[in-house]
């Protein structure tokens, strides 16, 4: 099972170049900020949420056993908020109204690039099941894709 994950909106709603820095304003309040290379709003972390379409799998249900996500890890900091970066899934079989728990794994302290990011045993999957990864770590939180493992049988 593979699925395209799609972002939130971000906040940013006009830019422009000017006194040699790349300003923006701010959707939620007009306060006007610059765009850098820190993963940061205003001097907080940026609340990174990907949602995924519901997952139709032919009117059957069936179980999830292994759930990988693929993404740059490594990008941890070298101190503080951000050293051992989380990315928290949780998962929604009602087509996205109410998300089970969040669950943690870690993508990677500073150069761990072979970081695998795993979920097992995630329980039986109905027809419109919705996936929702949230990083609020300040670091770069690429997500190349996302792969299941199904098994058959558990109806």
């Given at each position: 099972m593979q699925?395209?994950?799609t972002d939130n909106k971000w906040r940013v709603s006009a830019v422009v170049q000017a006194h040699g820095k790349?300003?923006?304003?701010?959707?939620?309040?007009?306060?006007?900020g610059y765009l850098d290379d820190v993963y940061t709003e205003y001097g907080e972390p940026l609340h990174q949420e990907r949602t995924s379409q519901p997952y139709m799998i032919k009117g059957n249900s069936q179980y999830w056993?292994?759930?990988e996500l693929f993404m740059e890890t490594g990008t941890g900091l070298s101190l503080g908020q951000g050293s051992?970066?989380?990315i928290r899934m949780s998962y929604s079989d009602d087509g996205g109204r109410t998300f089970t728990a969040d669950?943690?794994?870690?993508f990677g302290k500073i150069g761990e690039y072979n970081k695998r990011v795993v979920w097992r045993r995630l329980g039986r999957v109905?027809?419109?099941r919705v996936?929702?990864?949230i990083n609020t770590d300040p670091?770069?939180?690429?997500?190349l894709k996302m792969e299941g493992t199904l098994e058959e049988g558990y109806n």
């Open positions: 699925s395209g994950i790349i300003l923006c304003t701010d959707t939620e309040d007009g306060r006007i056993a292994e759930n051992d970066p989380q669950r943690a794994r870690a109905p027809f419109n996936v929702r990864f670091v770069k939180a690429n997500i």
